[in-house]
């Protein structure tokens, strides 16, 4: 199976403190609906990094060439452990932390609910909340993944790689279920701002089937799958540089007022937005106020 993946961009960066490199590339177009994007990525720092992972509308597949990320559960602060070949984050509606001894080198590859959900055979509720590693989800094609991807002479060759696992997989999967298929692609297609209500009678089915359903085959209710994607979107606008008020933002995401929107961040963050702008976004740190 031949297909490509060209690189969309490459940012290196190198100084005294040490040096980053990150490379995102472009699924094969057969796999668009079910998976964002492609990130390869190398750093080197001299000593260790911690950082605040936000949740996204996606589930996220890490597969370690390095020394392995250390996850750290921000309810309790205790290690969710480490995973030498890598690890799949499911949906989750708060940040987690990452742990690096200075070290780190690796690909990420972010799946939309439902390519998730085709590609790992199994229900999300099993994912929810959780990170497991890869060798528990993929058995030893986890392991063999790796190892290929290591030695692969290029970013374009590994990605050509990782789109050929995918095809495989995802073009062989059982069908989902359309009342998950069209939840799904009406909440991304309405920037979260569809009602619950609207959905379940658009699909002729009630709420309670609808909520249950998608509880069950993406590991969220639509409810919180819409608040994640409304928020993503405000993440991406502020690390676009777009400057407005928090009223404004809210009410262009689909919020009810400011106040639901800070509740998020509060949330999805662990802190109001001026200290997410101030800790993330420093250039955009004094715009706007909390």
């Not at 200075?102 to 799946?111: D, E, L």
């Not at 060759?157 to 062989?172: E, K, M, T």
Request: charged share 20%.
């Amino acid at each position: 199976m031949t297909t490509q993946s060209p690189l969309t961009r490459v940012v290196r960066q190198a100084s005294e403190q040490g040096g980053w490199e990150l490379v995102d590339g472009t699924p094969d177009a057969r796999l668009r609906e079910h998976v964002h994007n492609y990130c390869g990525y190398r750093e080197s720092t001299p000593g260790p990094v911690r950082r605040r992972e936000l949740p996204a509308p996606q589930v996220v597949l890490i597969i370690d060439f390095g020394p392995p990320l250390r996850i750290v559960d921000p309810r309790t602060g205790r290690p969710l452990g480490r995973h030498p070949v890598g690890f799949v984050a499911g949906l989750d509606d708060t940040y987690s932390i990452t742990e690096t001894s200075g070290s780190m080198n690796g690909m990420q590859v972010n799946f939309t609910p439902v390519g998730a959900r085709l590609f790992f055979g199994m229900p999300l509720h099993h994912l929810a909340r959780q990170v497991i590693g890869l060798e528990s989800v993929l058995g030893a094609e986890g392991a063999l993944l790796t190892e290929r991807l290591v030695e692969a002479p290029s970013w374009e060759a590994r990605f050509a790689l990782v789109d050929q696992l995918l095809l495989s997989r995802i073009l062989a999967a059982r069908e989902v279920s359309p009342v998950i298929t069209w939840t799904w692609q009406r909440l991304r297609a309405s920037g979260g701002q569809v009602e619950i209500g609207e959905l379940a009678r658009e699909l002729g089915f009630s709420q309670k089937h609808v909520i249950a359903r998608c509880g069950q085959e993406l590991g969220l209710t639509p409810k919180l799958l819409a608040r994640l994607i409304r928020f993503d979107r405000v993440i991406q606008m502020l690390k676009s540089g777009v400057a407005e008020s928090w009223a404004r933002l809210a009410l262009e995401q689909g919020y009810f007022d400011q106040a639901h929107l800070i509740r998020d961040f509060r949330q999805f963050t662990g802190g109001p937005p001026g200290e997410f702008l101030r800790r993330q976004l420093p250039s955009l740190g004094g715009t706007r106020a909390d």
